[in-house]
Each structure stands twice: as structure tokens, then as C-alpha cells.
């Protein structure tokens, strides 16, 4: 009996041992390698010559971010205050504060198009760090020019210093992640891109909680020097890490493709490659959807918060929201974004904001006030920010260099700021039939539902697509 049960035992073990050498034999190598690595090398994955010149990226996007969310702020607080107390007349017209805001996003708009037609020329000529070197420079200047004029803004000053927000965002991201992406192989890109997003969104959450707990205490002067002082060190970053290791003898294998992505007739080439691929077709609507909701969320942002606020409390709550908007982007890029897109794919996560926005805009329908209308925007930019644009990024990887660059180009470019223009349009258009009537700022949430239902069939569709061109080249 003892050595029957000894016999059951011992096949036993040997069952066990086999099974681990046969687990073991499909280990990868490089997965093994991993295994044997301390905790913390597992974690980041990056060897000596990857580290330095990832987390230098990483604060170089970290300083833009913060930048942004300092200006952001205070542009469009000292837009809707100006123009609250001096509404502007057009063409027998009245616009104040939130609808004036439409005219300045308007003409943003055809700011964006110059921009882009200049980041394009200036890209042809210089690449990775010289860029940021141009663009930095060029930035600096703005600064130190709006420094001192923003003590007494002129209607000038406030129009030309709102539409310099978004130009320094637009001007100072995409030289950063065309330095990012022309440095970077695809292997190096997926193990180093949720490091280097995540020093975005901690620059926001900085950028934004500073500004709310000094923006009594500072003159707006202040803010701006510190803006300035920070792009200083985006140029000194950029200099770092191109004498970092990583670019010694690195020229990238995609440089014909960029400079032809830069072009004259990039958004014509852009336009081709687009419409000859259902897949990337889909992707240009889901980004249109995007826009024009985002379009009206900010729209009923801006206009509870002029109804409900005057003078300085609108600066007190403009920073407020930011700052919770940041905060909630961080915790979701820290604890859910990863989690999303490795449980349950890239479908879901696409699918995470407009499920958001139906939510709270359903919200708003019913009960109207200044916290639902805040969420509004906390939702969209939060979101956005983080799980939404990781997602939708991720979009591009199944797909060719030439799509990568150029269709990708044109969508960001051409796509989204026609989206824009579009979301801009309807608001004007719908605003001057019942204009200075709250209740139709409540029922602008009617047509958020309706555009966000379809944003969500796009998302899901788009979804399916990658996740069947990401199996491919497997097969």
C-alpha cells in the first residue's frame, strides 16, 4: 500500500518537473531577461543609453504641458471678463463673453492653418532638436512681448494674446513629438510612450494646481515670465538629449518619409491616402465626432460659467475646473489607461469618453447649474487627455510608414481643424436664433447625445478594424 502511494507521489513530481521545463521552453528570451531584472528595471525596461534621453523627453514635455495650462487659464479667463464688460458688436450684432469666444476660435481656426503651413516649411529645413530650437525661440519672444502689456490689455491684446495660447500649444507639441517620433524606433516608442505621456499629464496637474493656488497672488506678468523661463528649458532639454547616446550615428530609417509627409503637397498626398482606406476613413470620423462635440462642450463651459459667475470669480473657477481636470486625467492615466488597453483592448478604450459625455450631458439636460456645466469640460479634457488620445494614437500603429506620416498628418491637421471650424459654425449659427436664452445652452446637450451615439458606433467600429489589422501580420 506505502509503495503504491510512493509510486503516485514520485509520477507526481515528475509530472510537475516536466511541466515546469516545458512552461519554461516557452519563455522567450527576452522574457526571461526580465524576469531576472530588479523590479524597477522591469518596470521602466530600458537600458542605460534609452533611460536618460526618455526621462528628458518626459520633462521636456512635462515643461510645454505646464506652460499650456498656465496660459490656457488665463487667456480665457481675461477674454470672457473683457469681453463680458465690453460686449463686441459686428455687423449689427452683439457678442459677449462666452459668444464672442466662438468669433475668437473661429479665427483661431485660420491662426491653426498659417501655423501649420509654417511648422510644415520650417520642418523641411530642420529636424529634432533645431526645431524646438525655432519654435522656442519663437515663443520666447511672444512672452517677453505680452509680459508687460498684459498689465492693461487692450482688445488687441486680449485677441492676439488668446489666439497665442493655442498657437503655443500646437507649435511647441508637434515640434516635440516630431523629435520624439524621428528618434525613436517602434519598439523603443512602445516602451517609452506612457513614460513620456505621463510627464504631460503630471505637467498639467502642476501646471494647473500652481496657477490655482497663487493666481490671487501673482500678476499676470508673473505667470507669463514663468511660462517663459520654462520654455528656456524645453530649449535646453531638446539640446540634452541631442548629445545623448541614443542619437550618436542614429539617422532615422524613415527620414525620406517625414520630409515627404512636410511637403507642399502633403495635404493633398494625406487627403489620397485616406480615402483609398476604409480603416483610416473611420478614423477621420471618429476624430470629427470628437471635435465637434468637444466644440459644444466648451461652448456650454463657457457660457454657464459667464451666467452664473462675474469679474474674479470667473478667474477663481476657470482654475479650479483646470486643476480638477488634471487631477482626474493623472488618476486615470496612472490607474486606468494601461489597465483598459490591456483587459479589454483598444475598442473599449476608445469607447470610454463618449460614454462619459452621454452620462453627463444627459446630467445637464436635467438638472442645468454650474458644476454640471463644469463637468462638462472636466470630462471632455480629462479624458481626452489621457485613456481617449492614447487610444486613438495607438490607431496608427497597424498601419504603413506612409500612413503613419502623411494620412496621420492630414487627419491631424486638415480633419480635425475643419471639424473644429465646423462645431464652431453650428454654435453661431444655432446660438443667433435664440441667443441670450440659458435654456438653450441647456438643450444644446440634445444635440451632444445625438452626435456622441454616433462618435461611439466610430469608436467601436474603428476598434474592431485595429484589432483585426493588429493580428495580421501574425497570420
Known amino acids: 500500500?506505502?509503495?503504491?502511494?510512493?509510486?503516485?507521489?514520485?509520477?507526481?513530481?515528475?509530472?510537475?518537473?516536466?511541466?515546469?521545463?516545458?512552461?519554461?521552453?516557452?519563455?522567450?528570451?527576452?522574457?526571461?531577461?526580465?524576469?531576472?531584472?530588479?523590479?524597477?528595471?522591469?518596470?521602466?525596461?530600458?537600458?542605460?543609453?534609452?533611460?536618460?534621453?526618455?526621462?528628458?523627453?518626459?520633462?521636456?514635455f512635462f515643461l510645454v504641458i505646464t506652460s499650456f495650462w498656465i496660459l490656457k487659464p488665463i487667456k480665457k479667463s481675461l477674454f470672457l471678463r473683457f469681453h463680458k464688460a465690453q460686449p463686441l458688436e459686428l455687423m449689427g450684432m452683439v457678442f459677449a463673453d462666452a459668444r464672442a469666444e466662438q468669433l475668437a476660435k473661429l479665427l483661431n481656426m485660420l491662426v491653426a492653418v498659417l501655423a501649420a503651413t509654417l511648422f510644415i516649411r520650417v520642418s523641411a529645413r530642420f529636424r529634432r532638436q533645431r526645431l524646438t530650437y525655432v519654435f522656442g525661440a519663437l515663443m520666447m519672444a511672444a512672452l517677453a512681448t505680452y509680459a508687460p502689456l498684459?498689465?492693461?490689455?487692450?482688445?488687441v491684446t486680449v485677441w492676439s494674446f488668446y489666439l497665442f495660447g493655442d498657437l503655443f500649444n500646437m507649435l511647441m507639441v508637434?515640434?516635440?513629438?516630431?523629435?520624439?517620433?524621428?528618434?525613436?524606433?517602434?519598439?523603443?516608442?512602445?516602451?517609452?510612450?506612457?513614460?513620456?505621456?505621463?510627464?504631460?499629464?503630471?505637467?498639467?496637474?502642476?501646471?494647473?494646481?500652481?496657477?490655482?493656488?497663487?493666481?490671487?497672488?501673482?500678476?499676470?506678468?508673473?505667470?507669463?515670465?514663468?511660462?517663459?523661463?520654462?520654455t528656456l528649458l524645453v530649449i535646453v532639454l531638446a539640446a540634452c538629449v541631442g548629445r545623448t547616446r541614443l542619437l550618436q550615428g542614429h539617422e532615422s530609417g524613415d527620414g525620406a518619409a517625414v520630409l515627404s509627409a512636410f511637403d507642399a503637397d502633403a495635404g493633398i498626398a494625406g487627403a489620397r491616402v485616406v480615402a483609398r482606406s476604409p480603416y483610416l476613413m473611420s478614423i477621420a470620423v471618429l476624430v470629427t465626432m470628437y471635435e465637434l462635440v468637444s466644440a459644444v462642450l466648451d461652448f456650454q463651459f463657457s457660457a454657464t460659467i459667464t451666467h452664473y459667475l462675474d469679474s474674479k470669480a470667473i478667474d477663481q473657477h476657470l482654475a479650479t475646473v483646470f486643476m480638477i481636470t488634471n487631477w482626474v486625467s493623472l488618476g486615470v492615466q496612472l490607474?486606468?489607461?494601461?489597465?483598459?488597453?490591456?483587459?479589454?483592448?483598444?475598442?473599449?478604450?476608445?469607447?470610454?469618453?463618449?460614454?462619459?459625455?452621454?452620462?453627463?450631458?444627459?446630467?445637464?439636460?436635467?438638472?442645468?447649474?454650474?458644476?454640471?456645466?463644469s463637468f462638462l469640460s472636466i470630462a471632455d479634457n480629462s479624458l481626452h487627455y489621457s485613456v481617449n488620445q492614447s487610444a486613438r494614437e495607438s490607431l496608427y500603429v497597424p498601419t504603413s510608414t506612409r500612413e503613419k506620416y502623411q494620412a496621420k498628418a492630414f487627419i491631424d491637421v486638415f480633419v480635425q481643424r475643419s471639424a473644429k471650424v465646423g462645431g464652431l459654425l453650428l454654435i453661431l449659427l444655432l446660438d443667433g436664433m435664440v441667443a441670450d436664452n440659458f435654456s438653450f445652452i441647456r438643450l444644446l446637450s440634445v444635440l451632444v447625445l445625438v452626435l456622441a451615439g454616433v462618435w461611439l458606433w466610430h469608436a467601436r467600429h474603428a476598434g474592431r478594424r485595429f484589432e483585426v489589422l493588429a493580428q495580421a501580420p501574425a497570420e
Not at 509510486?7 to 526571461?32: D, F, M
Open 335 to 373: 490607474l486606468a489607461t494601461g489597465w483598459v488597453m490591456r483587459r479589454f483592448g483598444v475598442r473599449a478604450a476608445l469607447s470610454v469618453l463618449p460614454l462619459a459625455v452621454l452620462a453627463v450631458s444627459s446630467g445637464f439636460v436635467l438638472l442645468p447649474g454650474l458644476w454640471l456645466g
Open 1 to 60: 500500500m506505502r509503495s503504491h502511494s510512493n509510486q503516485n507521489v514520485n509520477s507526481a513530481k515528475v509530472g510537475i518537473r516536466q511541466t515546469v521545463v516545458k512552461r519554461a521552453t516557452l519563455v522567450t528570451p527576452r522574457v526571461r531577461r526580465r524576469m531576472q531584472q530588479k523590479p524597477h528595471k522591469r518596470w521602466y525596461d530600458l537600458d542605460s543609453a534609452e533611460l536618460l534621453p526618455t526621462l528628458l523627453m518626459s520633462a521636456y
Open 174 to 230: 508637434a515640434s516635440f513629438f516630431a523629435f520624439q517620433n524621428d528618434i525613436a524606433s517602434p519598439d523603443l516608442a512602445r516602451r517609452t510612450y506612457g513614460t513620456v505621456v505621463l510627464g504631460g499629464v503630471l505637467g498639467g496637474v502642476v501646471g494647473s494646481t500652481f496657477l490655482r493656488a497663487r493666481i490671487g497672488e501673482f500678476a499676470t506678468s508673473t505667470w507669463i515670465w514663468l511660462c517663459f523661463v520654462a
Open 150 to 155: 498684459l498689465e492693461h490689455p487692450s482688445a
